[in-house]
């Protein structure tokens, strides 16, 4: 296509490929007419854009053409204001952004929303009849996890074992014991919970092997690289080299003939501990982490690991009682552990682990969580280290044991100094965790009576931070007296046997309560209680302990302010403990009120942030009013209240010493979004 300039008119004429062969019409008279209908004159071109008399434009006009139409002003200008309005409009999409991003708290994990339920997989479901729970049991139970808004399953060890502890003896840290099932049942249940969006947590055991691990046997025949793998001291039988004693009793040391040397264990004599100031120990235990790390498990409970190193000095332990002869010592609460717990080097191995976690948390929405275990009663400070430092990140939480002892002078103000306790000492900014029950420790509704278990339930869920809660304690589950004594510290000390706390799940009111078809009975007895303390049963009650922790659990999820909001002590007495829970810039927030002694009234009226109507949202008993006044909130023995209202007063900005906040953060009512405050 071209232009030419015809001299008698002085205009342009568009020439439509005419000249060309290609082009040729087979019909001339056609081709002549559709060229005049495409030419295209301009009269008095030179004379500038006013003389330009274009008749329309068309499409497929030529470049020359399309510059002439475009360098007019009723077509320019358009463009460019529409060109300037487009840049105007994406930096200020890009600012918002921005601004978004820096002023948006951090996001929550998937440890911090969820609660962690505790798998104790003997116990759980048996899949194959014989007695014992396994993989595929629990697989076939995944249903409950969903039913209860469960997405974080911790499971207590399935590695191949003697089970002299019942799996805290390993005997191969890269193995499934066949009482559990295979390697292929874990990798099943594995996909199965992620396919399902729960998380995977395992338990991962440091402190010690089995005697019958590999690493034990080359270390006590001297084998060159295993042969620091393991405490080895020189002793004659008999005759330990101190007054050091195990937590199951009796002396840390036993001899061992093969090698001619006594080997330290803090647990059973069949649990020898590991060397941990050998560099090599170290790698190993790393790259049994790297193992499941790469199978894909979400995370890991850290087993004792208060007791991975001891002192070298071999010095006595100093006695409690001073006056206690030193030959009758043989239980863990007469000695002072200072050379046996807690000792300098503890936290750099677990920090290293740490970085291992971190190294597979790359992939997003895949971040690989860390819990610690340390029971260290009064020395609270102990287990405080576990979080790190602000410089240097260590456990995501440790375990939280203090509220085991709320049946311990069971009242509201013993409530709120177990809360306070650990809230008061947590470091800035980390993020609590709540635990009631777990298989060391006696049942908390056989502890506190089934009257309180409901109130338990709530006051767990309802604290900020991650709750974890044990099997069976979302039915109230209770202890079980046995018939027979399974559990190694129960063997040594009768009154402390773990047994009754780990009996088999009371699924239905069927045979072995739903828990296995087995004919021969189950490996621990079943409670008596299950025909009306079961699943089952449960679920078609709406006022049921099952029910009401799931209508908690789901609000939990759903509700920013049990989440992310302050907690503030509003009241605590002999019978209650009650207390807000609040956030900046919602103009709601809730009231929990629980009961831990007798039926009482409670006045609140001096609390002037409350309105002084307040809303029911769940209680955990039957005919219970739509709504309390604040001066007149009465509660029954054991009931627990959660309790909405609306205010644009807060609480916590006239009483910061009453308040906590971990992941603070201030809702912004007009977008609807969560930013920094």
């Not at 009064?378 to 440790?398: H, L, R, S, V």
Request: proline letters at 6%.
């Amino acid at each position: 296509m071209s232009l030419v300039k015809d001299e008698q008119s002085s205009g342009l004429e568009l020439k439509e490929g005419l000249e060309n062969s290609a082009f040729q019409d087979s019909q001339p008279e056609q081709s002549s007419r559709r060229g005049q209908e495409q030419a295209v004159s301009m009269e008095n071109c030179p004379a500038g854009e006013e003389s330009y008399t274009q008749i329309r434009p068309y499409a497929g006009m030529p470049k020359e053409v399309l510059l002439l139409y475009s360098s007019q002003a009723r077509y320019r200008l358009p463009r460019e204001i529409l060109f300037w309005l487009t840049v105007a409009c994406t930096l200020v999409l890009v600012a918002l952004t921005i601004t978004v991003i820096v002023l948006s708290p951090p996001c929550l994990s998937w440890w911090q929303t969820s609660v962690v339920y505790q798998v104790y997989p003997r116990s759980f479901k048996d899949s194959d009849a014989d007695g014992v729970g396994d993989l595929r049991g629990i697989k076939e139970k995944l249903n409950h996890f969903q039913y209860l808004n469960i997405k974080a399953v911790w499971i207590s060890p399935f590695y191949k074992s003697p089970m002299m502890d019942f799996g805290y003896d390993v005997e191969d840290f890269r193995a499934v014991d066949p009482l559990f099932g295979t390697m292929e049942d874990f990798d099943d249940l594995l996909a199965s919970m992620h396919s399902m969006g729960i998380k995977l947590i395992m338990d991962y055991i440091p402190n010690h092997t089995s005697d019958k691990h590999v690493w034990f046997q080359l270390s006590r025949n001297r084998t060159d690289y295993y042969s620091d793998f393991y405490i080895w001291v020189n002793c004659t039988e008999g005759h330990p080299p101190n007054n050091w004693v195990s937590v199951f009793g009796n002396s840390t040391w036993t001899y061992d003939p093969v090698r001619g040397q006594c080997y330290f264990h803090q647990f059973l004599k069949e649990q020898p501990d590991l060397n941990f100031r050998n560099p090599d120990v170290i790698k190993e235990m790393t790259d049994i982490i790297h193992f499941w790390l790469k199978k894909g498990v979400d995370g890991f409970r850290m087993d004792a690991v208060k007791h991975m190193l001891e002192a070298t000095h071999l010095r006595n332990e100093p006695q409690v009682n001073l006056t206690q002869p030193p030959e009758t010592v043989n239980t863990e609460f007469q000695l002072y552990h200072d050379y046996t717990y807690t000792q300098v080097g503890l936290h750099d191995i677990l920090r290293g682990w740490r970085v291992v976690l971190d190294e597979y948390s790359r992939e997003p929405g895949r971040y690989r969580f860390m819990v610690t275990e340390s029971y260290d009663y009064e020395e609270i400070e102990k287990t405080m280290m576990y979080y790190g430092t602000p410089f240097i990140k260590e456990a995501d939480i440790p375990f939280n044991f203090y509220l085991l002892d709320l049946p311990d002078g069971l009242s509201g103000v013993r409530a709120k100094e177990l809360v306070e306790l650990w809230m008061s000492n947590m470091p800035t900014g980390k993020w609590p965790n709540w635990v009631v029950g777990n298989h060391d420790k006696p049942r908390m509704s056989s502890r506190t009576g089934q009257e309180y278990v409901r109130a338990i339930n709530m006051l767990l869920l309802t604290l900020p931070g991650t709750p974890t809660t044990y099997y069976g304690e979302e039915i109230g589950m209770e202890n079980v007296n046995v018939s027979v004594t399974q559990d190694p510290f129960g063997k040594f000390d009768p009154n402390s046997s773990r047994d009754p706390s780990r009996t088999p799940m009371q699924w239905s009111g069927n045979l072995n309560a739903g828990f296995s078809d087995s004919q021969n009975g189950t490996w621990l007895d079943i409670g008596p209680n299950y025909k009306t303390v079961n699943v089952e049963v449960q679920q078609s009650d709406p006022l049921s302990v099952l029910e009401l922790y799931r209508a908690v659990s789901l609000l939990r999820e759903k509700d920013v302010v049990l989440i992310r909001g302050w907690l503030c002590y509003v009241w605590e007495d002999t019978n209650v403990f009650a207390f807000l829970r609040e956030l900046d810039g919602l103009n709601r927030a809730f009231l929990v009120v629980l009961n831990f002694g007798e039926d009482v009234e409670t006045d609140l009226s001096t609390i002037t942030e409350l309105p002084n109507q307040l809303n029911v949202r769940i209680s955990t008993l039957p005919d219970t009013p739509s709504s309390f006044q604040k001066s007149r909130i009465r509660t029954s023995k054991g009931q627990g209240l959660l309790l909405e209202y609306s205010t644009s007063q807060r609480f916590h900005t006239g009483h910061s010493s009453q308040c906590y906040v971990s992941e603070k953060a201030c809702y912004l009512s007009a977008l609807d979004i969560l930013h920094k405050c």
